[in-house]
């Protein structure tokens, strides 16, 4: 697939973000309830929402670079690859955050972004191409920092980064590894 589809791809789950948290800002975070909502029903929607609801444009700008920048590593697999390990992610991490998480909203694509993080460190290890180890230590060196997400911080879903974190890890063993998805 053309880099063109691929990039076009992410600037429109970029765009997705953006004008979610315009309409968000507009009606007074009115979006925000359909986040994810530990060990309750209503709360499960937020496995599908959550990654697109930020609590203010601050939390979403924070989170648009990492989120386009290691989602352009992750598609270099392709769209169709790109969508398998994000949707794999947001649900295995999301559904992680509803089962042992703190009762409270969850929002933001940062649980995504750990978990891309993750995906593409552990595909470094999986494939061990020079490409991909490469990849993964320039990744590993520039979100470095992304390792005090982990600490708690109030009002910060640390969860939803240490389940992200742990979702792409599975996910990279999932596909990488000599695992059945790993033939497909």
Not at 63 to 76: D, E, H, K, R, Y
Not at 83 to 100: E, K, M, P, Q
Request: with cysteine; proline share 3%; glycine share 12%.
């Amino acid at each position: 697939m053309p880099t063109g589809t691929r990039t076009r791809c992410v600037l429109l789950l970029v765009a997705i973000m953006i004008a979610v948290q315009a309409i968000n800002t507009l009606t007074g975070n009115s979006l925000v309830h359909h986040g994810l909502v530990p060990r309750t029903l209503s709360g499960l929607q937020g496995l599908v929402f959550a990654p697109f609801l930020h609590g203010s444009i601050r939390h979403l700008v924070s989170n648009l670079l990492p989120f386009a920048v290691l989602s352009g590593l992750v598609i270099t697999e392709g769209v169709r690859r790109y969508f398998t390990v994000a949707v794999l992610i947001a649900l295995l991490g999301g559904s992680l955050v509803w089962l042992f998480g703190r009762a409270s909203v969850h929002v933001g694509a940062s649980g995504l972004i750990f978990g891309l993080w993750a995906y593409v460190l552990a595909r470094g290890w999986y494939q061990r191409s020079l490409g991909s180890v490469l990849v993964a230590l320039a990744v590993a060196v520039f979100y470095a920092s992304l390792v005090f997400g982990f600490i708690p911080v109030p009002g910060v879903s640390f969860e939803s980064h240490m389940a992200g974190a742990v979702a792409g890890v599975l996910v990279g063993w999932l596909i990488h590894s000599k695992t059945l998805l790993a033939k497909t």
